[in-house]
Protein backbone atom coordinates (compact mmCIF):
# COMPACT_ATOMS: atom_id res chain seq x y z
CA UNK A 1 0.00 0.00 0.00
CA UNK A 2 1.48 3.53 -0.85
CA UNK A 3 2.10 5.68 1.52
CA UNK A 4 -0.27 9.06 1.43
CA UNK A 5 1.68 12.00 1.00
CA UNK A 6 1.35 15.37 2.32
CA UNK A 7 0.93 18.85 0.77
CA UNK A 8 0.73 21.62 1.98
CA UNK A 9 -0.52 24.67 -0.12
CA UNK A 10 -0.43 28.57 0.70
CA UNK A 11 -3.02 30.98 -0.96
CA UNK A 12 -5.03 28.28 -1.07
CA UNK A 13 -8.33 29.52 -1.07
CA UNK A 14 -9.21 30.64 -4.65
CA UNK A 15 -8.15 30.84 -7.88
CA UNK A 16 -4.79 28.75 -8.99
CA UNK A 17 -4.17 28.07 -4.78
CA UNK A 18 -7.67 26.36 -4.85
CA UNK A 19 -7.03 24.46 -8.96
CA UNK A 20 -3.57 23.23 -7.21
CA UNK A 21 -5.21 21.61 -4.59
CA UNK A 22 -7.91 20.07 -6.49
CA UNK A 23 -4.89 18.66 -8.57
CA UNK A 24 -3.13 17.03 -5.86
CA UNK A 25 -6.86 15.83 -4.05
CA UNK A 26 -6.90 13.98 -7.15
CA UNK A 27 -3.92 12.28 -6.94
CA UNK A 28 -4.25 10.78 -3.72
CA UNK A 29 -2.27 13.32 -1.10
CA UNK A 30 -3.44 14.64 1.68
CA UNK A 31 -3.91 18.45 1.52
CA UNK A 32 -3.64 21.08 3.86
CA UNK A 33 -5.44 24.27 2.17
CA UNK A 34 -3.73 27.54 3.86
CA UNK A 35 -5.16 30.83 3.40
CA UNK A 36 -6.21 33.96 5.27
CA UNK A 37 -9.51 34.34 3.76
CA UNK A 38 -11.74 32.64 6.15
CA UNK A 39 -14.99 32.13 3.86
CA UNK A 40 -14.01 31.15 0.79
CA UNK A 41 -11.05 28.64 2.27
CA UNK A 42 -14.21 26.71 4.14
CA UNK A 43 -16.06 26.76 1.14
CA UNK A 44 -13.09 25.15 -0.59
CA UNK A 45 -12.29 22.85 1.65
CA UNK A 46 -16.00 21.96 1.76
CA UNK A 47 -15.97 21.33 -1.93
CA UNK A 48 -13.07 19.09 -1.54
CA UNK A 49 -14.09 16.67 0.96
CA UNK A 50 -17.37 16.38 -0.98
CA UNK A 51 -15.64 15.22 -3.20
CA UNK A 52 -14.09 12.11 -0.83
CA UNK A 53 -10.36 14.01 -1.27
CA UNK A 54 -8.38 13.94 2.15
CA UNK A 55 -8.14 17.78 3.27
CA UNK A 56 -7.97 19.90 6.18
CA UNK A 57 -7.19 23.74 6.52
CA UNK A 58 -4.65 26.05 8.21
CA UNK A 59 -5.27 30.06 8.58
CA UNK A 60 -1.87 30.90 7.38
CA UNK A 61 -0.26 34.50 7.33
CA UNK A 62 2.58 34.67 5.32
CA UNK A 63 3.68 38.09 6.29
CA UNK A 64 4.36 37.15 9.40
CA UNK A 65 7.09 35.35 9.48
CA UNK A 66 7.65 34.02 13.33
CA UNK A 67 3.78 32.59 13.09
CA UNK A 68 4.68 31.13 9.60
CA UNK A 69 7.87 29.49 10.36
CA UNK A 70 5.75 28.11 13.76
CA UNK A 71 2.95 26.71 11.71
CA UNK A 72 4.80 25.01 8.93
CA UNK A 73 6.88 23.79 12.01
CA UNK A 74 3.67 22.14 13.56
CA UNK A 75 1.88 21.28 10.38
CA UNK A 76 5.21 18.80 9.34
CA UNK A 77 5.17 17.67 12.43
CA UNK A 78 1.77 16.35 12.62
CA UNK A 79 1.80 15.63 8.66
CA UNK A 80 5.58 15.36 7.55
CA UNK A 81 5.32 17.11 4.45
CA UNK A 82 6.68 15.99 0.88
CA UNK A 83 5.54 19.09 -0.94
CA UNK A 84 4.77 22.71 -0.38
CA UNK A 85 3.32 24.90 -2.80
CA UNK A 86 4.07 29.04 -2.17
CA UNK A 87 1.19 30.27 -3.78
CA UNK A 88 -0.12 32.92 -1.85
CA UNK A 89 0.09 36.23 -3.72
CA UNK A 90 -1.36 39.75 -4.63
CA UNK A 91 -1.80 41.68 -7.43
CA UNK A 92 -3.24 45.76 -8.52
CA UNK A 93 -2.77 47.30 -11.54
CA UNK A 94 -1.74 50.85 -11.46
CA UNK A 95 0.64 53.33 -13.57
CA UNK A 96 4.37 53.24 -12.33
CA UNK A 97 4.56 56.73 -11.71
CA UNK A 98 1.30 56.90 -8.83
CA UNK A 99 2.52 53.63 -7.27
CA UNK A 100 2.63 54.10 -3.10
CA UNK A 101 5.04 53.21 -1.11
CA UNK A 102 2.38 51.64 1.30
CA UNK A 103 0.96 49.67 -2.10
CA UNK A 104 5.15 48.69 -2.77
CA UNK A 105 5.87 47.42 0.51
CA UNK A 106 2.15 45.30 0.28
CA UNK A 107 2.70 43.22 -2.49
CA UNK A 108 5.99 42.72 -1.55
CA UNK A 109 5.70 41.55 2.00
CA UNK A 110 2.89 38.73 0.23
CA UNK A 111 5.18 37.64 -2.84
CA UNK A 112 8.21 38.36 -2.55
CA UNK A 113 8.68 37.81 1.36
CA UNK A 114 5.95 35.66 2.16
CA UNK A 115 7.73 33.25 -0.44
CA UNK A 116 11.10 33.58 0.91
CA UNK A 117 10.29 32.54 4.39
CA UNK A 118 7.68 29.94 3.19
CA UNK A 119 10.35 28.47 1.01
CA UNK A 120 12.74 28.55 4.47
CA UNK A 121 10.13 26.91 6.82
CA UNK A 122 9.66 24.45 4.26
CA UNK A 123 13.42 23.69 3.75
CA UNK A 124 13.71 23.31 7.20
CA UNK A 125 11.40 20.67 7.69
CA UNK A 126 12.50 18.21 4.85
CA UNK A 127 15.93 18.69 4.92
CA UNK A 128 15.52 16.71 8.79
CA UNK A 129 13.88 13.80 6.34
CA UNK A 130 16.48 14.33 3.26
CA UNK A 131 13.81 15.04 0.98
CA UNK A 132 11.05 17.34 -0.73
CA UNK A 133 10.00 19.33 -3.32
CA UNK A 134 9.00 22.73 -2.85
CA UNK A 135 7.46 25.08 -5.37
CA UNK A 136 6.98 28.70 -5.86
CA UNK A 137 4.45 30.50 -8.21
CA UNK A 138 6.24 33.04 -10.27
CA UNK A 139 4.49 34.14 -13.58
CA UNK A 140 5.13 34.96 -17.36
CA UNK A 141 5.65 38.11 -16.00
CA UNK A 142 8.89 36.95 -14.54
CA UNK A 143 10.12 36.71 -18.04
CA UNK A 144 8.44 40.12 -19.74
CA UNK A 145 5.96 42.47 -18.82
CA UNK A 146 2.58 42.57 -18.27
CA UNK A 147 -0.18 43.65 -20.47
CA UNK A 148 -1.55 46.34 -18.07
CA UNK A 149 0.54 48.78 -15.93
CA UNK A 150 1.65 46.40 -13.20
CA UNK A 151 5.11 47.03 -12.81
CA UNK A 152 5.39 45.82 -8.89
CA UNK A 153 3.74 42.79 -9.72
CA UNK A 154 5.91 41.93 -12.75
CA UNK A 155 9.42 43.15 -10.56
CA UNK A 156 7.79 40.64 -7.86
CA UNK A 157 7.59 37.53 -10.05
CA UNK A 158 10.80 38.49 -11.52
CA UNK A 159 12.51 38.04 -7.96
CA UNK A 160 10.27 34.79 -7.04
CA UNK A 161 12.14 33.42 -10.38
CA UNK A 162 15.44 34.45 -9.28
CA UNK A 163 15.02 33.20 -5.44
CA UNK A 164 13.81 29.81 -6.94
CA UNK A 165 17.36 29.66 -8.41
CA UNK A 166 19.46 30.74 -6.05
CA UNK A 167 18.17 28.86 -3.28
CA UNK A 168 17.77 25.86 -5.75
CA UNK A 169 21.81 25.69 -5.81
CA UNK A 170 21.97 26.18 -2.21
CA UNK A 171 20.11 23.39 -0.99
CA UNK A 172 19.85 20.62 -3.89
CA UNK A 173 22.90 18.83 -1.54
CA UNK A 174 20.37 18.28 1.14
CA UNK A 175 17.93 16.47 -0.96
CA UNK A 176 15.44 19.33 -1.16
CA UNK A 177 13.82 20.38 -4.93
CA UNK A 178 12.88 24.25 -5.26
CA UNK A 179 11.28 24.78 -8.44
CA UNK A 180 8.83 26.65 -10.01
CA UNK A 181 5.68 26.84 -11.69
CA UNK A 182 4.84 30.36 -14.46
CA UNK A 183 1.58 30.61 -15.52
CA UNK A 184 0.63 32.88 -18.45
CA UNK A 185 -3.12 34.37 -17.78
CA UNK A 186 -5.28 32.65 -16.10
CA UNK A 187 -8.74 32.50 -15.48
CA UNK A 188 -9.34 33.42 -12.19
CA UNK A 189 -11.49 35.70 -9.84
CA UNK A 190 -8.34 37.95 -9.66
CA UNK A 191 -7.92 38.17 -13.44
CA UNK A 192 -11.33 39.07 -13.56
CA UNK A 193 -10.99 41.82 -11.79
CA UNK A 194 -8.51 43.69 -13.39
CA UNK A 195 -9.82 43.29 -16.87
CA UNK A 196 -13.20 42.47 -18.91
CA UNK A 197 -14.14 39.72 -20.23
CA UNK A 198 -14.41 41.16 -23.64
CA UNK A 199 -9.85 42.21 -22.81
CA UNK A 200 -9.34 38.61 -21.98
CA UNK A 201 -11.37 37.40 -25.01
CA UNK A 202 -9.11 39.57 -27.21
CA UNK A 203 -5.70 39.52 -25.38
CA UNK A 204 -6.17 35.51 -25.75
CA UNK A 205 -6.67 35.77 -29.66
CA UNK A 206 -4.05 38.22 -29.72
CA UNK A 207 -1.22 36.52 -27.68
CA UNK A 208 -1.81 33.42 -26.89
CA UNK A 209 -1.15 30.58 -29.48
CA UNK A 210 -4.02 28.33 -28.10
CA UNK A 211 -6.46 31.31 -28.19
CA UNK A 212 -7.69 30.77 -24.99
CA UNK A 213 -6.69 31.34 -20.85
CA UNK A 214 -5.42 28.63 -19.03
CA UNK A 215 -7.29 27.01 -16.15
CA UNK A 216 -6.17 26.63 -12.46
CA UNK A 217 -6.27 22.95 -12.75
CA UNK A 218 -4.02 22.86 -15.58
CA UNK A 219 -1.56 24.52 -13.20
CA UNK A 220 -2.18 22.25 -10.79
CA UNK A 221 -1.17 19.70 -12.74
CA UNK A 222 2.29 20.99 -13.84
CA UNK A 223 2.59 21.58 -9.58
CA UNK A 224 1.78 17.50 -8.55
CA UNK A 225 4.37 16.78 -11.96
CA UNK A 226 7.17 19.08 -10.36
CA UNK A 227 6.47 17.37 -7.07
CA UNK A 228 6.53 13.57 -8.19
CA UNK A 229 8.99 11.14 -8.75
CA UNK A 230 8.78 11.88 -12.48
CA UNK A 231 10.63 14.90 -12.16
CA UNK A 232 13.23 13.88 -9.49
CA UNK A 233 16.43 15.12 -11.24
CA UNK A 234 14.47 18.76 -12.32
CA UNK A 235 15.72 21.44 -10.22
CA UNK A 236 16.12 25.27 -10.14
CA UNK A 237 13.79 25.18 -12.87
CA UNK A 238 10.85 27.55 -13.76
CA UNK A 239 8.19 25.73 -15.67
CA UNK A 240 6.48 27.74 -18.18
CA UNK A 241 2.47 26.87 -18.57
CA UNK A 242 1.30 29.56 -20.71
CA UNK A 243 -0.53 28.35 -23.65
CA UNK A 244 2.43 29.48 -25.90
CA UNK A 245 2.47 33.37 -24.97
CA UNK A 246 6.01 33.51 -24.30
CA UNK A 247 7.06 31.91 -27.57
Not at 4 to 30: D, P
Not at 97 to 120: C, R
Not at 188 to 199: G, I, P
Not at 205 to 226: D, H, S, T
Request: hydrophobic share 45%; with cysteine.
Amino acid sequence: MNEVKNVLITGAAQGIGAGIAWAFGRKGYHVIAADLEDSPLQQTVRDLVAEGFDVSHAFVDVTDVRDLSRQIEEIDRDTPLSTVVANAGVAFEKSFALVTETEFDWLYSVNVKGTYFTIQAAFKCMAKRGSGAIIAIASTSSFTASTGHMTVYDSSKGAVRSLVGAVAKEVAPAGVRVNAIAPGTVATKLTKQLSTDQQLQEMAEKKIPMKRLGEPNEIGEACVFLSSDAASYVCGHTLVVDGGWLT
